[in-house]
């Protein structure tokens, strides 16, 4: 069993950054791959990135690449999203999730995630 709590969203402006926090508790946070979702106002759920327990393996939604760069650290039970270039259409609920089996490129669909955190708000004004 594995407890998320996301930190760090707020307010800021096109073309800021910030940087999402996923704190985890529970045993074995070191063997779950752990991605990022978001969820904007009537819209679906989408992926963002996710990271394997090594932290060497990282994919990235095509709309994030390249802006956000997701890492973990073991050490501290943390997994972060750090967000660049940020654009209105960033603007959703940030929710972190563990992933339960091997992570892939295809590692894109939140059922294949069970452990979800609250979610922490991201909106970017224009």
């Known amino acids: 069993q594995v407890q998320l709590v996301e930190s760090g969203g707020g307010l800021v402006q096109a073309g800021g950054s910030l940087r999402l926090s996923c704190a985890a508790s529970?045993?074995?946070?070191?063997?779950?791959?752990m991605g990022w979702f978001r969820q904007a106002p009537g819209k679906e759920r989408e992926f963002v990135a996710v990271?394997?327990?090594?932290?060497?393996?990282?994919y990235y939604a095509d709309s994030v690449k390249g802006r956000f760069t997701i890492s973990r650290d073991n050490a501290k039970v943390t997994v972060y999203l750090q967000m660049n270039s940020l654009k209105p259409e960033d603007t959703a609920v940030y929710y972190c999730?563990?992933?339960?089996?091997?992570?892939?490129?295809?590692?894109?669909?939140?059922?294949?995630?069970?452990?979800w955190g609250q979610g922490t708000q991201v909106t970017v004004s224009s």
């Open positions: 999730a563990a992933a339960t089996e091997r992570i892939s490129p295809s590692s894109s669909s939140s059922y294949q995630y069970p452990y």
């Open positions: 529970g045993r074995t946070f070191n063997t779950y791959g």
């Open positions: 990271i394997s327990w090594s932290g060497v393996d990282r």
